[in-house]
């Protein structure tokens, strides 16, 4: 390939790639990218859980009934029966420890508003204040 | 850094492109590559050499039902295999709800089995595994094995159908392995190898079955 055309085609990537960085600066879309990244392969990219072997989010009457303790369940996984619409699971989901307060402030507010999901939203404080419960804040 | 076990699968994925890039012949292209060494034998009656493919070991396993699986169980039939284990944190249940759409659409056909190993037996005994076959809907244990076996055996025969598996303490979960699924023709020669995590590779799985029943058929109805 002729050199300046190399040159061209490496901008257009970089501009690419720019754009697409410009996507996620916006609250709502660290959620959507950090759910992405951190919960999919589990959960699946539409929320909608993998039979009975791991729980739905999208619709999940757990998310409302048990709002104050989803911080935690996030640090630190979760273990033993629980009970998502009727339906009982009993699997491992492995703890979070690398996430900030508030990254996992943005992935509950994306999980409580997706999928036709309508929960309260939290604030980072709230969250490192739930986190307390666990031992679980970081602070950030 | 790229896992050892991922370069064999690679090498062995762009071996397969590069046979099927050379070949213009019709016939190669509705027939699937035979993957791993092939070995050339002169015949002791002088006919034309012998080509001997790579052939999985003949194998003992147990399943969700404590029954035992044997390479014989699936003499004949076509069979599609991963690896996973019941805590796995990472990759495995995107994997099987993969599987899970190979699964469907062959579900019930007696001619294809699917093989799903632990690479964790000491944790997923017969009731771990019979649990999380049922918590995935999969009713027909003599269709789709969960199946486990001691420790070598599994990993030998992960190496075999060209799957990353292997115990590793810095690793999610304690093992690093990846989502290969392996397709086996009647005969336990591995006939195609599809990244379980990718949607596309599991559709080219499900282009290339039909093939390879085809080809199943076409043996058995010979005399």
Known sequence: MPRALQVLRGAAIATAFGLLAGCFTNKQNEGARLYQEHCSNCHGEQGAGLRRLIPPLAGSDYLSTNRAALPCILRKGQQGLVVVNAVEYNQVMPPHEDLTDSQITNILNFLQQSWGNKGEAYTIREVSELLGACNGSDGR | ?223
Not at chain 2, 145 to 171: C, N, S, W
Not at chain 2, 185 to 193: A, I, M, P, S
């Open chain 2, 1 to 223: 850094m790229i896992h050892p076990f991922f370069r064999r699968v690679l090498l062995a994925l762009s071996g397969t492109l590069l046979l099927a890039s050379c070949s213009d012949n019709k016939q190669q292209a509705t027939t699937l590559p035979y993957i791993g060494e092939h070995d050339v034998r002169a015949r002791t009656d002088g006919g034309p050499a012998d080509t001997i493919y790579a052939t999985i070991p003949r194998f003992t396993l147990t399943n969700q039902e404590g029954k035992t699986v044997t390479d014989s169980t699936l003499a004949g039939k076509v069979y599609v295999t991963d690896f996973f284990f019941a805590t796995c944190p990472s990759i495995c249940p995107k994997m099987q709800s993969e599987m899970l759409r190979v699964y469907e659409k062959y579900k019930n056909n007696p001619r294809v089995a699917f093989l799903s190993h632990t690479i964790d037996p000491a944790h997923d005994s017969i009731p771990v595994l019979r649990d999380y076959a049922e918590r995935l809907g999969v009713t027909n244990a003599s269709q789709w094995q969960f199946v486990t076996a001691p420790h070598d055996t599994i990993f030998a025969l992960a190496r075999a159908y060209m799957t990353g598996a292997e115990a590793d303490k810095k690793a999610a979960g304690g093992f690093a392995h990846n989502g290969t699924f392996a397709l086996v023709d009647g005969q336990r020669h591995v006939r195609g190898l599809y990244d379980g995590m990718n949607p596309q590779e599991v559709d080219r799985l499900l282009r290339e079955m039909p093939l390879l029943l085809a080809e199943e058929s076409a043996k058995q109805s010979k005399p």
